[in-house]
């Protein structure tokens, strides 16, 4: 279990209270495979099998890790230099309703192709600070748009960005995969421009989340600092 606290705003963009919402989170769960275009998530399953990630059991998938992996920290501590992150929405149910704010799947790609569980449950995973009620995001949801941007030896280039229409929706994940009160749900990611890259130390990666409707935008930002591995 883990505390988090989030701002929420309401359509205007303001906090609706004057504190931080503070919520304990004692579930959490990773959409995996959570594409729309079924043949795309073929490709790429063929794709990584290559590298030697195994298949999915099933797709999508509802990869079950520790609630304490969740973070609002501006730093994490990963180990070696082969771990990255993802832009994902991320579904959290408080007692004030159903909450949606932006974070990264954080990754070890090398563990990866042991065991794709494994490799989340061995990073930890960003959240950002600010969060929306998803009731006024729920009917327009497929226009929300995903950004990502990396951060590494002072250039910053875009990561990922995408409309959220190319992944499940989250009531359809929703449906898969029901949230209980204290439960939290990343809800899949975009493909990644110019390929998968290792985190060093001091590597950044910048999230968005953004509602062209409503013209906001849920933002978080973290570095890395990376651990020697020790042979």
């Given amino acids: 279990m883990t505390q988090l606290s989030f701002n929420v705003s309401n359509v205007s963009g303001r906090s609706e209270t004057s504190a931080p919402l503070m919520i ?9 495979w ?3 275009d079924r043949a795309a998530i073929e490709h790429h399953i063929v794709e990584l099998a290559e590298l030697g990630v195994k298949r999915p059991s099933t ?21 070696g230099s082969r771990s990255s992150g993802e832009a994902e929405c991320v579904l959290v149910q408080s007692t004030a309703g159903l909450l949606v704010t932006v974070g990264s799947d ?6 990866e192709a ?10 930890p995973k960003p959240l950002a600070r600010d969060a929306w009620r998803f009731d006024d995001v729920a ?5 929300l748009q995903l950004r990502a941007f990396a951060v590494a030896n002072g250039l910053r280039r875009v990561y990922q960005q995408g409309s959220v ?3 499940l929706a989250a009531s359809d994940l929703l449906e898969r995969a029901p949230l209980a009160a204290g439960a939290a749900m990343f809800c899949g990611t975009l493909a990644v421009e110019g390929g998968i890259v290792g985190m060093v130390d001091g590597d950044a990666l910048e999230l968005e989340l953004h509602d062209p409707v409503l013209n906001r935008t849920l933002r978080h930002a ?9 042979e």
Wanted: net charge negative; glycine share 8%; aromatic share 8%.
């Fill in 24 to 32: 304990e989170v004692n579930r959490l769960t990773i959409a995996g």
């Fill in 34 to 36: 959570a594409g729309r």
């Fill in 59 to 79: 797709t999508p998938c509802f990869y079950r890790l520790g609630a304490e992996l969740l973070t609002q920290a501006e730093q994490i501590d990963v180990v």
């Fill in 106 to 111: 954080h990754t070890d790609r090398e563990v």
């Fill in 114 to 123: 042991y065991g794709v569980t494994v490799s989340k449950q061995v990073c």
């Fill in 139 to 143: 009917g327009h949801w497929d226009q």
């Fill in 165 to 167: 229409s190319s992944l």
């Fill in 222 to 230: 973290y570095r890395v600092h990376a651990l020697p591995i020790v």
